[in-house]
């Protein structure tokens, strides 16, 4: 005989209240036209619901990920910091998520006072990729120097799986106690390359990447490149909001160039075809203003690498409270992208 199944214990109390709410709510369920979606095919006929179980790992950043979700890198350096990373890195745990920490820079510097608020790797266990984080202003600071080991001690403080390092030279021109750069950031990366073993990320802050650099960054052998692209947080315009009128006024122009997840996406795709075997980074985390998980599956299927999708402000939303909501969040978000899996193609 066949199993029961939920439908067919249903309460009828339950049945009726359903049906009552279908018929009063069926003159609001309509969509604006705006409200619309089109970057699917809706294919409701090939598959039947994800279920739950376990999803199978896959390999990014040089460890294991369940889930292609990254969390993209916030700052340390306070008391807040410490819970929100804490409760992001149980999250990438729980979930196989990828973690960026945010500026290890007082670390760098010797502080380990602030130890606590990047110090993780147990919390977040050995399978997840757990990266530290340093701009690219101190990185050519301590490299002018030749302070090459400091950068690998931090990582090594840290028991991180590499460097995440951000290139930020119009957030450092906007913000009022700014670094300056005498090097360009690609020829500091080239040296820290030829210098150390170490697995390096390079992302910007919120403006992406143009295709030039781009083009130079995908061949050099890093082991990703996140987008932080334009369209989300922006901290050009952030270092603005903390400026004066005059310094806000002047400055916004520049604050509104950069290139979008969408347009980066394409032009990256491109260079791979053109660069072809001199194209030496396979993987890309596509962030910046990546709203949501169907974003996400968007993205992640339009690139022709290998990929996944970061959020930073989205996750922030839901980790500064108690862990339990942003668990629900986090479930959430994957559910989102396994019913986006199981029945929408990318046009
Ligand atoms: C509160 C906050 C702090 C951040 N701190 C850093 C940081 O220390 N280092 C860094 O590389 N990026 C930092 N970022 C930038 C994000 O990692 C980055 O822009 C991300 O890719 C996209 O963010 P979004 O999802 O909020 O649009 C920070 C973002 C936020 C919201």
Redesign the pocket.
Known sequence: MAKKGKSDVEDPKQAESRKKDHIELAFKSSLEKSEMDDRFYYEPMLSGHPHSTQASSFDFAGKKMKVPIWV?????GTEMAAIINENLCRACAEFGMGF????CRSLLEGNTKRLSDFDFREVIGQEAPFYA?L?IAQLEETIGKGNFNQIEDLVGLLRADGL?V?V?PLQEALQPEGDRFKKSPLETIQVLLSKTKLRLIV????QGFGRESMRALLQLPLQAI????H?????SKLELLRSDEYRKNTFAPLSRVGHTVGEMVVSANALKRELGDSCLTNEI?V????KDYLDGYFYVNKSQFKTVY???????KYARGDYESLKKHVQSQIEGYKLAESFLRIK
Do not use: C, D, R
């Open positions: 993209s890198s916030m700052t340390g960026g920490l945010g500026s984080n701009g995440i951000h930020n992302k910007e802050v919120g996140e987008f932080a692209a369209g989300g947080t922006n901290f985390i962030s910046g203003g990546v970061g959020q930073a402000s989205g996750f922030l």
